[in-house]
Nanobody, 121 residues
Framework: QVQLVESGGGLVQPGGSLRLSCAASGSIFRIGDMGWYRQAPGKERELVATIPRRGSTSYADSVKGRFTISRDNAKNTVYLQMNSLRPEDTAVYYC???????????????WGQGTQVTVSS
């Protein structure tokens, strides 16, 4: 089985920073695209940022210039550095990844359990 485990969420004041991590574990042959989504209370889940195994990253307009997504393929981990945080960034943040497991022909899309980020004074 494969698991994605997020960490790094918490309470931060407006203008502050947080760094989220998401580590994949299990029977992993290769990880393709990885990304971060978020869901605020009463709203739909929305894309925050994505990063391919190799290539260019992409960001939601609302976080461009403030958030940075990166990954460490050797550690099967994706990160989200969040700077200049705003109250509207408050949400549960989820990571996801397309993971090809040993013995399978196609990758499977996995989600983490989510980590709460609260931006408030």
């Amino acid at each position: 089985q494969v698991q994605l485990v997020e960490s790094g969420g918490g309470l931060v004041q407006p203008g502050g920073s947080l760094r989220l991590s998401c580590a994949a574990s299990g029977s992993i042959f290769r990880i393709g695209d990885m990304g971060w989504y978020r869901q605020a209370p009463g709203k739909e889940r929305e894309l925050v940022a994505t990063i391919p195994r190799r290539g260019s990253t992409s960001y939601a307009d609302s976080v461009k210039g403030r958030f940075t997504i990166s990954r460490d393929n050797a550690k099967n981990t994706v990160y989200l550095q969040m700077n200049s945080l705003r109250p509207e960034d408050t949400a549960v943040y989820y990571c996801n990844a397309d993971i090809l497991q040993y013995g399978l022909d196609q990758p499977v899309h996995y989600w983490g359990q989510g980590t709460q980020v609260t931006v408030s004074s």
